[in-house]
C-alpha cells in the first residue's frame, strides 16, 4: 500500500505542477499576442487550435500508452510540451504559434490520458474515488495557482516562459 501511495503522490505532485506551468502558459500567450498585435481573431484562433490539438492528443494517446508504456509517454509528452514553450518568444509569427499551441495541446492531453490511466492501475476500488477526486483538485488548483503566476515578471519578456518550461521540466522529476 505504501508503494501506491508514494506513486500517486508522486504523480500528482507532477501533474500539479504540468498545470501550474499550462495555466501560466494560457494566460500568457493570449497576453502576448495581444502585445505583438495579432488581430482579434487570429488570437482567438490561436487560443482554440490549442483544443484541437487537445482533441486528437487524447483520442492517439491511449493508443501510444499501449504500445510503449506509461512512463516513456509521460516523458516524451512533457519533455515536448517543455520545448514547445520556449519556442514562443523566439519566433513572433501567428501561424508557427498556432502550430505550438497545436502541439502544446496535444501533449496537454496525452499528459492527461497518462496521469489518469497511471493513477486508475495505482488505485484499489476502495480508493479510486477519493483519489481522482483529489486529482482533480490538484489540477484545478495549480492551474489556477499558475495565472496567477503571471505577475511575477514582465509578459513582455522571455522570464515567464522560461519559468513555464522550468514547471513542466520538473515534472519530469
Not at 38 to 55: C, D, K, N, R
Not at 84 to 111: E, K, M, N, Q, Y
Not at 120 to 137: D, F, H, I, Q, W
Amino acid at each position: 500500500m505504501n508503494t501506491r501511495v508514494g506513486a500517486a503522490g508522486a504523480l500528482l505532485l507532477s501533474m500539479g505542477l504540468l498545470m501550474m506551468g499550462n495555466g501560466l502558459q494560457g494566460s500568457l500567450i493570449a497576453l502576448r499576442a495581444s502585445m505583438e498585435g495579432f488581430s482579434t481573431q487570429v488570437a482567438g484562433l490561436l487560443m482554440s487550435i490549442y483544443f484541437v490539438g487537445f482533441l486528437a492528443g487524447s483520442t492517439l494517446a491511449p493508443k501510444v500508452v499501449a504500445r510503449v508504456g506509461h512512463v516513456r509517454v509521460f516523458a516524451a509528452l512533457a519533455s515536448l510540451a517543455s520545448s514547445t514553450v520556449v519556442l514562443h518568444p523566439l519566433f513572433i509569427d501567428a501561424w508557427f504559434w498556432c502550430a505550438l499551441r497545436l502541439i502544446s495541446g496535444f501533449c496537454i492531453a496525452g499528459l492527461f490520458v497518462v496521469a489518469e490511466s497511471w493513477l486508475n492501475e495505482v488505485a484499489s476500488n476502495a480508493t479510486r474515488g477519493r483519489l481522482l477526486s483529489l486529482y482533480v483538485v490538484v489540477t484545478m488548483a495549480a492551474m489556477a495557482s499558475g495565472q496567477m503566476l503571471l505577475n511575477l515578471a514582465d509578459p513582455g519578456r522571455f522570464d515567464l516562459f522560461i519559468l513555464i518550461t522550468v514547471l513542466v521540466s520538473l515534472a519530469l522529476l
